[in-house]
């Protein structure tokens, strides 16, 4: 393994002058007509942090007066910034480019194509993390050189190469940060660690606008930035994909490979031949410059969600770079201080030696392209299993977003043709969905679906486990004979929505919907802001609907239309529920029902506008926070006020009914404790998930005890062997399996006994005396897919995943998991907004006090 490299040379990393453009570029020749970075923007590289707008505005003028350039828009950031990617080559390439890419994509087929004329494609990242910005003020760099440096070599390069710069991949987070480091920069620049230019304010800039982190999206593609990037992937299909990153100040440079036995199984070994190859130019370049570097220490290769290594199960090689930062324009280190030229240099040299080793390698790239899916289709055909059959009978539109998700990846999903049962499972037609492992992407189908638990090494970058239909919440099967295939195989998915015949007016004795939809929860949202009466079904009933009977389980959503102020305008939203909720609204003309309780009864539950405030800020988790921000705003438009920790004090909590606390360590004084107890005492609605419990427990709203493990004496053990030890002991993402009560509001919408929760950490929590107050258990064996070692398996099986715990009139419903992780988690979005709509309405004799 690479150790640190001592380099003979001294480092010289502080840089306090205003550097000139040699500095980051070679000496030649370079086309006047094509204005440099500091001629466009006023300053020089380095000198002040760019804003996004100036980036892609230099972008886009080279693109006005570069022949090499194409530049286009592929998204829209959240905050309506645009995301550009620039083609640079050749003229005569350019003049044949679409030729040029379908010959590339041709390497997908497996065929024995003629590699030795094509150009390589290299596609380079930067910036995904906003506040890593060295990456994406190199960009302006590389792209004037790309566009204005002359010569032979230059010409030779663009002939041979299409580079994709993508030159910032997180607009938001990235114009956060550099706002705050412009706004907070002295004349002179001031080094100290403890300045405020190089502390951000909470959520920091590395973030999108929903504080998502991007670089764990690429797999996921639940944000606009992501799904525009994975197309042009897709378009183009990279030889290299470079993902230039930042690190702590203290570090040097890092550059793959990654720790050798962290690679993900279904990564090809010639994947990490070829990056160990490209490795040696990232070296030689930094060599020359004495900049300390390494390579296959702490970083990994597992995860598929990360841009580094979502092209190594795609026929690519991902090259991931970390910087140590500046966090600003000069800081001090161990190394002397770091100015923020220095951190752009690095960037600049590696996308040059990147480029480099695309020109000496580019036979080998394309070959290894074109064999890794020939290989593919070789182990799809020898795989026993020939297919995976995907269904919800429930919630077609859960069941669309997943099959979505892979068809983004160019993964083929097609109807299945004719019901099979499988494992007593019933997959019908209408409700499921085929996808054959032998096509292109067999690899990355792999990852999707595998359940893998043992691994050759037992530390994680990122998470161990994503198995989809899981996350998902859905039923899946593999199918092995191969004849079946055949006759079950059906068209290529589309969603359709058929609705209920129901007809809308202000006549009807009452309309009804079941709690099985996606965005039922939108839905019923629609109606309680216009003030409308509505109630839940807390038993099961059935009811004569559009002239035919019909059974209603637990979480059916009643509106009795006499009650109603307004029934015009309520009959107008149900119509519209259907129609853009896709939601199944059926009409009932009566309150009389064939069995189970009628429309009038007391077991139908009135239900109230949700008023629900976020504690957000330091200490608080950002990511967590910004699921739920998102699932509020974007999934189902629920208003949702997100205030700081430190403003709670001011805050009137009578104007709210629900509180959210997300991950985080909550230093609430003992006057907003007290205050946030009597508001739970008088029938407020918390919802507190993760570290959060601990904080309700020890304000003594939240009745629970931990379960703790059992000391295990050791002697003494190796001095090396520690981080090893300690690190195996961590549970960095795995899916574990839940045993559910499908008559407990919080499961409302929900029909299957088991559940797959996605657990981070290893919280277990004792069994509570009040036994009707556990929704979700944990099974006797409760890891399903993903790592998490014995002894945190032995601690958590059999103990509660979510308690509902009473003060007074009020609940604190204390989730050990996260239910919207990453926001691709659909299985289990609806628990948690179940807590906030339907939480009031939990009995008080059925909680935890």
Known sequence: MRKYVIILLLLCASVTAQVQLDYYLPQGEYDKNIPTPQQFLGYQVGEWHVSHDQLVYYIKKLGELSERFNVQEYARSYEARPLIVATITSTDNHQNIEEIQQRHRSLRSGNDIDVSTMPAVVYIGHSIHGNEPSGSNAALIAAYFLAAAQGEEVEKMLQNTIILL???????????????????????????????EHNEVWPRGRTNHYWFDLNRDWLLTQHPESRGRVKIFQQWQPNILTDHHEMGTQSTYFFQPGVPKRTHPLTPQKNQILTKKIAHFHAKTLDKIGSLYYSEERFDDFYYGKGSTYPDVQGAVGILFEQASSRGHLQESVHGDVSFPFTIRNQVKTIFSTLEAAQNLRVELLSYRRNFYSESRELAQKDEIK??????????????????????????????????TVDSVEYTEENSLLVPTHQSQYRLIKSLFERRTSFADTIFYDV???????????????????AQLTYLQGENYQYTF??????????????LFTWDGYYAPRALNRLLQLGAKVKVATKEFSAVVNGAQKRFTYGTILVPMGIQTDKKQIAHTMETIASEDHVAVYRAETGFTPVGMDLGSGNFRSLQPPKTVMLAGKGVNAYDAGEVWHLFDVRFNIPLVVVDVDDFSSLDMHKYNTMVMVDGSYNLSSSDTQKLQDWVKSGGNLIAAKRAINWAVSAQIAPLQFVTPESTYTDRLPYISRVQNEGSQITGGAILEGKTDLTHPLLYGYHHQSIHLFRRGNMAIKKPKNVYSV????????????????????????TPAIVVCGKGRGKVICMADNLNFRAFWYGTNKIFINGVLFGRIIDNGSVEK
């Open 166 to 196: 993508d030159p910032c991949m997180n607009p938001d987070g990235f114009n956060r940060f550099a706002s705050w480091v412009n706004t907070h920069k002295s004349k002179k620049p001031t080094a100290a660690a403890i300045c405020r």
């Open 387 to 420: 297919a995976y059959i995907i269904s919800d009978n429930n919630d077609k539109k859960r069941l669309t977003h997943f099959a979505q998700l892979l068809q983004r990846h160019k993964i083929d999903v097609f109807h299945l043709a004719k019901p099979i």
């Open 464 to 482: 161990s486990a994503w198995t989809m239909p899981m996350a998902f919440h859905l039923s899946f099967a593999e199918l092995k004979n191969k």
């Open 498 to 511: 058929t609705p209920p015949q129901t007809t809308f007016d202000e006549k009807a004795y009452a309309y």
């Open 775 to 798: 929704p979700i258990v944990y099974t006797d064996n409760p890891l399903a897919s993903g790592y998490m070692s014995k002894e945190n398996q032995q601690l958590i099986k059999s």
